[in-house]
């Protein structure tokens, strides 16, 4: 699929059937995630794949803004000492910036692989983290579901006003 058809059909994905993601396919995500930059070309930002029903099942009981039920999660994490040591303090900030673009490549690849797929950033970030065994100075950044849609799956109308573009300088509307 061209990019721009991908970008064009890209949408949060909140109903999956309970098809499993092809591994070849979780190869194609993992090798997009991959291609995202990281600060100062640092080797800090990580995955975990999730396919096991019991784990994705204890993220969710904990995960109210999880929607989905997804058959896969790919779930993005930083290591906060290599992020830190190697980046400084702005490793804090960049290394969210790396774990979002990393993300928008796997929804990309997703949905140029026709899956669904959505962002899902969760308040309970601690408990995820002790589901998947992660240790403390590993921060979770981001919760993707990936799966094939259900013909049900409805989607949201994107905010225009999130994405104002302006002219050489603030204030004037291009
Ligand atoms: C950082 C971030 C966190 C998000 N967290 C959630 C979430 O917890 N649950 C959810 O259903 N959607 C979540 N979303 C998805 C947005 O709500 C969705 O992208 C937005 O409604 C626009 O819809 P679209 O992606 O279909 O264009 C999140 C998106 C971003 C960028």
Redesign the pocket.
């Known amino acids: 699929m061209d990019l721009f058809e991908a970008l064009k059909l890209?949408?949060?994905?909140?109903d999956y059937t309970r098809e499993q993601v092809a591994q070849a396919d979780v190869d194609k995500l993992v090798y997009a995630l991959g291609r995202a930059p990281t600060a100062s070309n640092r080797p800090y930002r990580h995955c975990i794949v999730v396919d096991d029903p019991a784990v994705i099942k204890a993220i969710r009981q904990i995960?109210p803004?999880?929607?989905?039920d997804p058959p896969l999660l790919i779930i993005i994490f930083t290591d906060m000492t290599v992020a830190l040591d190697k980046v400084g303090e702005v490793g804090e900030r960049c290394s969210l910036v790396d774990a979002?673009a990393a993300?928008e490549n796997v929804?990309l690849a997703a949905t140029a692989l026709g899956l669904g797929s959505?962002?899902?950033?969760?308040a309970a970030m601690a408990g995820v983290q002790t589901i998947l065994g992660l240790p403390a100075h590993c921060r979770i950044d981001?919760?993707i579901p990936i799966g094939t849609p259900a013909p049900s799956a409805k989607?949201?109308?994107?905010?225009k006003a999130a994405n104002q573009v302006y002219h050489n300088r603030y204030g004037v509307l291009r």
């Open positions: 890209k949408k949060a994905c909140r995960s803004s999880l929607l989905a979002g993300g929804l959505q962002f899902t950033m969760i981001l919760i989607s949201v109308k994107q905010h």
